[in-house]
T-cell receptor
Framework: DAGITQSPRYKITETGRQVTLMCHQT?????MFWYRQDLGHGLRLIYY???????DKGEVSDGYVVSRSKTENFPLTLESATRSQTSVYFC?????????????FGPGTRLTVL | GQQLNQSPQSMFIQEGEDVSMNCTSS?????WLWYKQDPGEGPVLLIA?????ELTSNGRLTAQFGITRKDSFLNISASIPSDVGIYFC?????????????FGKGITLSVRP
């Protein structure tokens, strides 16, 4: 158990709608990450956060917004969903307490944009 | 950006066989991690490597951090059906909590009973 939960697990939305994917952690990870996983691309970093109110862009951040008002929550918002954002989204937390770079992943949210 | 290369994309082996997977890069990495992903689930950490030359085992799994720091391998011995899944290598260029992971594209392993 990595202490990372994601909701919803499955979501279908329409082009142009705003949708928010939730990520909650119970392990007090200071760092949290959002990835998308697509065939042929592996896992690509969307956004990450070092602490509450500190966020930074990753490799594929266009069209996404994040916030982190509380350490335990790291929601990802698609402001105006596009079909190219159909993907599986994973949230991860970093076990910085051990001094390592080990990230632990949630179960993922499968998003379909029609 | 930095890339980790994993090939082939898919591997098919017989139950009981050993299998080895490689991950290479043109850049030097400070940390190497191996993850396994089951269908419909998130990646799960198998082994983490922090020093060049380090050899670490986890049950039937063994992984090594290459001496050049540009590669790593994962061995699975005496494969069983539940070894089926996607195996990702990942690495960080900078040690520490502010480092970002770079992932390979993964190898899909199939095990024939």
């Amino acid at each position: 158990d990595a202490g990372i939960t994601q909701s919803p697990r499955y979501k279908i939305t329409e082009t142009g709608r705003q949708v928010t994917l939730m990520c909650h952690q119970t392990w007090s990870h200071s760092y949290m990450f959002w990835y998308r996983q697509d065939l042929g691309h592996g896992l690509r970093l969307i956004y990450y956060s070092a602490a509450a109110d500190i966020t930074d862009k990753g490799e594929v951040s266009d069209g996404y917004v994040v916030s982190r008002s509380k350490t335990e929550n790291f929601p990802l918002t698609l402001e105006s969903a596009t079909r190219s954002q159909t993907s599986v989204y994973f949230c991860a937390g970093l076990d910085s307490g051990s001094g390592s770079d080990t990230q632990y992943f949630g179960p993922g949210t499968r998003l379909t944009v029609l | 950006g930095q890339q980790l290369n994993q090939s082939p994309q898919s591997m098919f082996i017989q139950e009981g066989e050993d299998v080895s997977m490689n991950c290479t890069s043109s850049s030097i990495f400070n940390t190497w991690l191996w993850y396994k992903q089951d269908p419909g689930e998130g990646p799960v950490l198998l082994i983490a490597l922090y020093k060049a030359g380090e050899l670490t085992s986890n049950g039937r799994l063994t992984a090594q951090f290459g001496i050049t720091r540009k590669d790593s391998f994962l061995n699975i011995s005496a494969s069983i059906p539940s070894d089926v899944g996607i195996y990702f290598c990942a690495g960080t260029l900078v040690t520490g909590a502010n480092s970002k992971l770079t992932f390979g594209k993964g190898i899909t392993l199939s095990v024939r009973p």
